[in-house]
């Protein structure tokens, strides 16, 4: 089974409109992390936003915030006042187990491009 | 200067040819890994290394092998590349008090 699953390989949003990006994981571990990276047309993968699983807030940085339902097993990603820059691959990834287990998984991302 | 490095960024090689790509990083991490990226399919990692002494296969290890020469240096090898193994590898490194991954800035290997 997926890990990780990102339903909307594309997406179009409004310059300064907010867009969500949907995330669901799979996992029976009851100790997780999730994790946002854009990846920009240039390939480089830049960290976005982290939300862990016994966080009882939801993530946020900057524009970005996760939107985190355990029991749905979903993490979305919000991105508030798209800019153009934000045009670009965005991957969705967890990492199983405690903090001496780092083993990630990826989603297969989402194409967002902002049009102006 | 960047924090991970990737030599090369770039490789052409032909089919049955021995490749190595190389990552370097500065930011003293005990953990680095090796992912591919293919069109459609995100990351997936190859091999995991959590200390000089420790080597761990992930979801796609077969056709590789990697090599941890220093706690700063994880090689990456193809013993014989074969077209399916055209892809963008990513190296990256973590450690165990922090969260993220930190990439290196990806090595685009294609073999004819």
């Known amino acids: 089974a997926q890990k990780i699953t990102q339903t909307q390989p594309g997406m179009f949003v409004q310059e300064k409109e907010a867009v969500t990006l949907d995330c669901t994981y799979d996992?029976?571990?009851?100790?997780?992390?999730l994790f946002w990276y854009k990846q920009p047309s240039s390939g480089e993968m830049i960290f976005l936003i982290y939300?862990?699983?016994?966080?009882?807030q939801n993530a946020t940085e900057g524009r970005y915030s996760l939107n985190f339902q355990k029991a749905r097993k979903s993490a979305n990603l919000v991105i508030s006042a798209s800019q153009l820059g934000d045009s670009a691959m965005y991957f969705c990834?967890?990492?199983?187990?405690?903090?001496?287990?780092?083993?990630?998984?990826f989603g297969s991302g989402t194409k967002l491009n902002v049009k102006p | 200067d960047a924090d991970v490095t990737q030599t090369p960024r770039n490789r052409i090689t032909k089919t049955g040819k021995r490749i190595m790509l190389e990552c370097s990083q500065t930011?003293?991490?005990?953990?680095m890994y090796w992912y591919r990226q293919d069109p459609g399919l995100g990351l997936r990692l190859i091999y995991y290394?959590?200390?000089?002494?420790?080597?761990n296969k992930g979801e796609i290890s077969d056709g590789y092998s990697v090599s941890r020469q220093a706690q700063a240096k994880f090689s990456l090898s193809l013993e014989s590349a074969i077209p399916n193994q055209t892809a963008l590898y990513f190296c990256?490194?973590?450690?165990?008090?922090?969260?993220?991954?930190?990439f290196g800035p990806g090595t685009r290997l294609t073999v004819l």
């Open positions: 990256a490194t973590s450690d165990q008090n922090r969260n993220e991954q930190f």
């Open positions: 996992t029976s571990d009851p100790s997780y992390g």
């Open positions: 939300q862990g699983s016994y966080d009882q």
């Open positions: 990834a967890m990492r199983e187990g405690g903090p001496n287990f780092n083993k990630f998984y």
């Open positions: 930011k003293g991490h005990d953990r």
């Open positions: 290394s959590f200390d000089v002494k420790d080597i």
